[in-house]
């Protein structure tokens, strides 16, 4: 059984201001990176693809799936998930405004498949873009759409250095 | 039968079509072989299909990239509605 790429916190963006859908994917592309997912130009790519091939990443009402191809900018398979506080036309005829922009990435085409497909289970109930763009922590969004925050296997050392998380209580 | 699901680039939104095509050929009692494609490919994988499912945004780019083939191309709004899937696949292989 595939499972979904791990979404952990640094991958979940909740109600993040973008003035257009570029300022929305490169949230998404930030988000990927974030997590370690892909390096900092996946996020062109994906933009790329838009300006391409047009919207058609609004796959649903209220739903953007940002992607590009596998490319040596993809450090491992990855999810993010980004809320948006204002919804953002994307220039879809039908399904915008978006809402919610799930960023993917992927090191070869088979994963994608499997991955995808478990994203749409999540979605094939119609309200769940409306119940991802209201959730409030990382927590919900992870049950929203059955993902994990890791991949389930031996625990790894935390990297410390100077600039990793803030100091507990900072931001809050 | 072949049915063929395209998206732009890398095979990332063709494979929900997929997997909602699939269901959605499930619920009506039909079998049919469905594979995911992008448009960079889509000349060859619709070689010997019967219909493209694929979004308005991209029917212009699909008819263009396929020539000559005799695939119908459906145009298909929302990608997680199996019910939308439905109906316009039975109206077209009906």
Redesign the interface.
Known sequence: MTTLPPLPDTAVVLGARADDWRAAVREAGRALTRSGATRSEYADRMIA?IE??????V???G?A?A????GSDVRREGLAVVTLADAVPFG????DPVRVVIG?A?SN?EE??????K??NA??D?G?VGRIARATSADEVRALLGAQAALPGPARPVASGPDTAPPDGAGA | MRIVAV???????S??L???AE?ALDRLGLTADVS?S??SSIADAAADAQVIL?????AA?VRQAIGRSFAEIIEV??????EEIGEKLEASLG
């Open positions: 693809v391409e091939f047009g919207a058609y990443v796959i649903a009402p739903l799936l992607h590009a191809r596998p879809h005829p039908h399904n993917l992927v085409a994608h498949v499997a991955s995808v497909a994203l749409a979605f094939n119609s769940s | 998206c732009g680039a890398g095979i990332g939104t494979a929900i997929k997997v909602n269901r995911a992008d448009l694929t979004s308005t945004e991209l780019a709004v929302n990608y997680f509605d199996v």
